[in-house]
Structure formats: C-alpha cells, structure tokens
C-alpha cells in the first residue's frame, strides 16, 4: 500500500503560480510513477504529466509542455508540481496518483492523494 498526503493549493491570481507537494509512503518501491490529475466538477479527471518514480524522467501533456513541472525529492520520498501562467480555466481540484504501470488513464492509478483545491481568481 501506498500512502499519498498532499499539501498547497488555494487561490491564486491569474498570470501566478502554483505549487503543489505530494508525500508518498509505504510500498513505494513497486511504484512506477506518480503523476498529477485535475478534476473540475462534472468533468472526467485530467492527466496532466508524471514523473517515474525510479529513473526521475517525465513526461507532461502537449497542453502542459512550458507551464508545467514535475520534480522529486529522494530524500523524503515527495513530489511536487510547479504550474505558472495560471488563468481561470486552470481552476479545478488537483490530484496526485501513484500507479506500478505506464499509464495516463486515472483508471490505472490506483493511489491517490486527498485532493486539494485550486482557484485562480479573474
């Protein structure tokens, strides 16, 4: 088992950045990747890019690509997204997930972190 915890979020002013950490624990050494979803209500939960857990490589989403980053600290086992230019359109609850496969579909995530609350103000 995997634990996930995540922490950051908020509200934030449009053309501002986000930061958000994930703390993993437990069985990390089956993990493949962790990656980060967003979710807006109503709406399926949005790949947004992963880091793999043992070779620190990622890989974000085209729409992503130059906003986007995804890094990990080995030392505490924490993963962290880093988001800049944010407009309104990015606000949307974010989630990180752990998976032991290459995959994009949140239905082969099987970890997840609690979910935290994102708003970028107009």
């Known amino acids: 088992q995997v634990q996930l915890v995540q922490s950051g979020g908020g509200l934030v002013q449009t053309g501002g950045s986000l930061r958000l950490s994930c703390a993993a624990s437990g069985g990390t050494d089956e993990l493949y990747a962790v990656a980060w979803f967003r979710q807006v209500l109503g709406m399926e939960r949005e790949f947004l890019g992963r880091i793999q857990w043992n070779s620190f490589s990622t890989y974000y989403t085209d729409a992503m690509q130059g906003r986007l980053s995804i890094s990990r600290d080995n030392a505490n086992n924490t993963v962290y997204l880093q988001m800049s230019s944010l407009t309104p359109e990015d606000t949307a609850v974010y989630y990180c997930?752990?998976?032991?496969?290459?995959?994009?579909?949140?239905?082969?995530?099987?970890?997840w972190g609690q979910g935290t609350q994102v708003t970028v103000s107009s």
């Open positions: 997930a752990a998976t032991g496969m290459r995959t994009t579909s949140h239905r082969h995530y099987h970890y």
